[in-house]
């Protein structure tokens, strides 16, 4: 019966590490940032040359943080901002139209993040980072400031229990941060 015991004991224990590696592959992270800095104004622009510091400073800051997939509008400016990043980690990148139905442009970001294994990175919006945040239940955030574009935020999105949030910066400060 001891023996018996013992052998049990003993499955458990090395059940443990599995279930423990199971439960971090099936939780998921997912990286938030507004696009860098622009060049100029008008409805498509690049990045400025501040714009292309930022998005080579994202890759430094991201550089420990295993990556499965990019997501971006059709906008340059938001693709331009993972660009190296996407370079560096060797991952694709989806562009998620941003039409003129924000909730049918936020509702289909959450779908591809849900239905991607892994850890996500996301360029939007300062209107958009904070409604894809609440999509993915995260807290309810205020929009971003029109020259706010060093913030990084990291969803924490676990299989089990509450999704958590990390507000931070990479990069340079942003000019007029409130």
Do not use: C, W
């Amino acid at each position: 019966m001891l023996r018996l015991i013992s052998y049990g004991l003993l499955a458990l224990l090395a059940y443990l590490p599995m279930a423990q590696a199971n439960q971090v592959t099936t939780s998921k992270t997912v990286i938030l940032v507004r696009h860098a800095e622009k060049a100029g104004k008008g409805r498509d622009p690049m990045l400025s040359h501040e714009g292309k510091l930022r998005a080579k400073a994202l890759v430094e800051a991201l550089a420990g943080t295993p990556l499965s997939l990019a997501i971006a509008t059709q906008f340059r400016r938001t693709q331009e901002t993972l660009t190296p990043l996407m370079t560096a980690k060797g991952i694709p990148l989806v562009v998620i139209d941003a039409g003129k139905e924000m909730d049918k442009h936020i509702a289909a970001i959450a779908d591809k993040v849900m239905a991607q294994d892994g850890n996500v990175i996301i360029a939007g919006h300062s209107n958009t980072v904070p409604l894809i945040i609440k999509a993915l239940g995260g807290p309810e955030l205020p929009q971003l400031g029109e020259s706010e574009y060093d913030k990084l935020f990291i969803l924490s999105m676990p299989q089990e229990g509450a999704t958590s949030l990390i507000k931070t910066q990479y990069g340079a400060t942003s000019i007029n941060t409130p």
